[in-house]
């Protein structure tokens, strides 16, 4: 994973002194909220219901287990003993005190992260496929781009303020798991017609208010033209985007209202008179940048092990944990494992301090110092000998993070929503516990199959509700919280956005509407097919039926 450099040492410490001045300023009353506001945001501190939240950065989804330690002491410390993992990789700690934050961000800089631009109209947190570097798919580490982009787009002169926030993705591996195509630009490593590797390059995804799946603006850029690529982007899009209208002010708004193609001519021209003659990034920058993320050594091993399959065969729980939270890794006799943090019950992506440090131990035993977050909300080991399993499983079960459902049901996306934010219409995580208790069932969920669960609390969608097979949004009506259903959504290469099915519910109603959608899926799928499939041949009309009535 990446080190930082004198550089970076300076320039985050430079920083937490600036805010603590700031922090300062603000108690003594010498600057308004109005005026603090801006600055607070930039430093990803955010003033919510009850109290201040802290959103910190985690670049690409990669922990140490030094980092995992110091969020666990910050928790324990500072918050209240958990934090928030997000759909952006990154960390939420909600009951920060205001006098405090300086004092987080400077233990944040002794493990080498920060809160710099997880808020505020900028490029936030770069995030990627949370198996890069390990993925048995993967044509390239795409971790190294990230990284270029990250300082690339810090406190960017041109870029510090543009008409709303600005999200990239990037992934470099078959399949897509890090949602490209719901970003402000999305990309993808692919093979070239000389068979060097570059990216396909997608722009104007996104969710909130009005969402959009990202349209292709070019089907391959070489890689050392991507930072001049990216910057006409953000310079066609700084220039006309709207700033008068924070609903109609993303980059997905401009590409949809001019049409990709009067969009992707003006980033050409752009790009034509802008970009340098050679490279964006010297090679040796470059070198330097990706010896970072060199793998790991790992002599191979045998891609069976007979102590895995014995256990596979004689305990069921085990079985399915190896089924669905285990993935092949790109090197034979390991696997990536995941974590998963949504046992029935307990809210979707909290972590306890506990749970953080001993997160941290297993990554040190088990994982070659290293950890990932992933944007549904979980933890992954990147590199487990397969032969380490069955000890694995035992120590997560014996600590409540081994349930087996990562893709299923019970693995859903939830925001925070009314409990916490204060952009929120309604209460997601006490929906998300019921969900999750009414299919707790191995079994069950097991015989429904993969199927991709997301939950908001709001129309900005940070739970993703828009991607999920089944969505749920929670919305105001008078004074009464509703929950509208969309389904046929996904995050994936075959990216959609759901269809709302009709008016919204109750919530306590909601559990049950879950049930007859899956009760109706079951009784209409074919052999071999999962929910979406299903959806995608039968429409809405018996789910609509089912929950509505006839027409």
Not at 541 to 548: D, G, I, N, T, V
Request: charge should be neutral; proline fraction near 6%; aromatic fraction near 8%.
């Amino acid at each position: 994973m990446y080190r930082y450099d004198e550089f970076d040492h300076a320039f985050v410490k430079e920083r937490v002194a600036e805010f603590r001045g700031q922090v300062e300023r603000r108690l003594a009353g010498k600057l308004t909220e109005d005026e603090f506001r801006p600055l607070r945001l930039r430093n990803g501190l955010y003033l919510q219901l009850h109290a201040y939240m802290l959103r910190i950065a985690i670049p690409y989804g990669v922990l140490s287990p030094a980092q995992l330690r110091q969020l666990a002491m910050i928790g324990r410390r500072w918050d209240r003993g958990y934090g928030h993992f997000t759909t952006r990789q990154n960390l939420q700690f909600h009951w920060v005190k205001l006098v405090d934050v300086p004092d987080i961000l400077a233990a944040l800089a002794e493990v080498e992260m920060h809160c710099i631009q997880t808020s505020g109209n900028c490029v936030r947190n770069v995030t990627a496929d949370p198996f890069a570097g390990a993925a048995h798919d993967e044509l390239e580490d795409p971790r190294a781009w990230c990284e270029i982009l990250r300082q690339w787009s810090t406190l960017h002169p041109e870029f510090s303020w543009l008409p709303r926030k600005f999200k990239i993705a990037v992934s470099g591996a078959a399949e897509d798991r890090a949602a490209i195509a719901f970003h402000d630009i999305g990309l993808k490593i692919v093979r070239g017609p000389n068979g060097e590797n570059g990216f396909r390059v997608f722009v104007g995804g996104g969710m909130g208010r009005t969402p959009y799946v990202g349209l292709e603006i070019r089907p391959f850029l070489e890689k050392e033209h991507l930072l001049s690529y990216i910057e006409s982007i953000l310079r066609v899009y700084n220039l006309h985007g709207r700033r008068d209208n924070i609903n109609k002010a993303r980059i997905k708004i401009l590409v949809n209202q001019i049409g990709i193609d009067k969009f992707r001519d003006e980033v050409e021209a752009d790009w034509a008179l802008s970009r340098k003659d050679t490279v964006d990034l010297p090679a040796s920058e470059y070198a330097r940048i990706h010896s970072y993320f060199t793998p790991p050594d790992l002599p191979p091993r045998p891609g069976l092990d007979e102590g895995v399959e014995q256990r596979r065969i004689t305990d069921p729980a085990f079985a399915t944990w190896l089924k669905h939270n285990v993935k092949p890794h790109r090197v034979p006799g390991y696997a990536s494992a995941v974590i998963a943090l949504k046992e029935p019950g307990r809210t979707p992506g909290d972590a306890s301090s506990d749970q953080m440090d001993y997160v941290a131990d297993l990554a040190e035993r088990y994982s070659r110092d290293e950890a990932r977050v992933n944007y549904t909300q979980n933890l992954i080991l990147p590199h487990v000998a397969r032969s380490g399993l069955p000890k694995l499983y035992d120590e997560l079960a014996g600590k409540g993070l081994a349930t087996g459902n990562y893709d299923l049901l019970g693995d859903m996306i939830c925001c925070p929503g009314l409990d916490y934010c204060n952009l929120a219409n309604a209460r997601s995580i006490p929906i998300a516990k019921e969900i999750a208790k009414r299919f707790a069932d191995p079994a069950r969920q097991e015989l429904i199959g993969p199927l991709r669960l997301n939950m908001s609390g709001c129309i900005n969608a940070c739970g993703h509700h828009h991607s999920g097979n089944i969505g749920i949004l929670g919305v105001d009506k008078k004074g009464t919280e509703l929950y509208q259903i969309s389904l046929g959504g996904s995050p994936k290469d075959d990216a959609a956005v759901g269809t709302i099915i009709g008016p919204g519910f109750r919530a306590e109603a909601v559990p049950e509407v879950i049930d007859t959608i899956i009760s109706i899926y079951l009784a209409n799928r074919n052999e071999g097919e999962d929910f979406l499939a299903t959806w995608r041949r039968v429409g809405a009309a018996p789910f609509k039926e089912a929950l509505y009535g006839a027409a």
